[in-house]
């Protein structure tokens, strides 16, 4: 394995201006795991309830994605979060967060896991995130995503943990939250003056920034018009991203540039359909198809 | 002469969340000539009071920007608008608009003129608009500005002016008022169908998309920390779009990608500075510096 994700396995209820869907699959290491999943060896360390049904799981496993640390709670219920997206696909209101067995989720590292060379650390409590972290002698890199709420309730945590990871990824309203700078480009640069060697800072239709101490680089979201669902976009954004730079093994400008794009293409799809729907399907040829397809809408 | 716009040299009051300037130079032509003239001949088609000051005619026509359309009103005041940027200087509120010479300005090509191939209609009434564009039978592109008070109350012309011209540059809140739509894609995609045979759409911080039947183009923008002043941004984009698209005389991809390059680039100057400061002492030099930067930051 060269990528470990911790994360959840969950199930979404998720309603759009057009449509409605009762617990589908989701979560974010159920996302990242896929999406990365086209570039590298993953393994994922989640835990789920006995109500998640086996054709999901085996979706994991049929795909190769290395599911020892996925924990199986029979008498308890997966995470549960149920949300809204306004007119604009762009603003969700989250309508209900059942945390079940994400309450007592302790992950542990296996002595394998231990020394996986890159670690993504997905949404969740900084507390959980830096004990993971402390487990963690991998070689690669690591890598984590937070959200408002962490930034509003565990800043000495998340203070914390920035100084210890590599690199973070970020929507632009949680770096204004965190910085209080209202310019991207200010509030990217001033994450990284919190410790991490890289700010990926997406922006949803917008695309995505990237900051480090003497590179900035910038990409457009791929043009989609007709958007679906957008949950697990930013998630599959991550995997691919992690999946392409372990699959490298090096932070080359040229790399990073890929691993953008790459992330950028991976969650465009997703978006096309609800929950994981268009990942199920999807194979590195038609991922590649589009990247051909990008780079003749950005390259100049 | 291979470009003319017609549109406004006007003085502006600007202020910022921390700093103010009174009666500064400004106008849509003001900016989109100077933009344009890095790349091509410019000829500038305007009104002007009595109040405007020589120095600043002086600018145009030291830089051999043919200003023998600008007409002069001795005893009449140029056109004024004060506005405000918000903390996050993109949006503005406008505190105050004199028509002043405006009010009765009826623009009229000259015999040259109307041969131009060139023609850009800044923002402008769309009376004024179709107006000056009868007049005008240039072997080129017509490329016309517009704002949301005319998508408001001149409906009907503006559909009319959609017709006849091949390029509409407008922003991203003014897409979606005309059309109704909020994906922006999709917003650009539906001003397609109401008859120009391209659509640019300018998202400010974020970039600009293109459209054609055919093509789709997407840019990030300059990733830039110090926004002084964006007013003139906008225009100052157009300028260079139009400037390097006259200069090559050509629609092919490679052109379209680079004309929109340029514009980024240099309306990203335009905002280093109040009013045309920073376009006063910018050569292509440094433009063609920044767009090898910009190169570098976007391209994969």
Redesign the interface.
Known sequence: MSLIVVGTVAYDSVETPTEKRDRIMGGSASYFSLAANFFTDVSLLAVVGGDMEQKYLDEFTKRGIDCSGLEIRPDEKSFYWSGKYM???NDRETKETQLNVLATFNPKLSEEAQTIPYLFLANGSCDLQLNVLKQWRGSGLCVADTMNLWISTQRPQLDELLKQINGLVLNDSEAIQLTGE?????AG?KVLEMGPKFVVLK?G???V?FFSEKE??????W?????VDPTGAGDSFAGAMMGYLASQNNLD??TI??A??YATVVASFTCEDFSWNRLLDLDLDTINDRMEQF??????
Chains 1, 2 share one sequence.
């Open positions: 007119v604009n696909m209202t310019n991207l480009v200010k640069r922006k239709e917008h695309g920034m900035t680089y910038a990409l457009p979201a043009p989609l018009e007709d958007v400008s040229d540039k890929m953008l794009a780079r003749n809408i950005v390259n100049f």
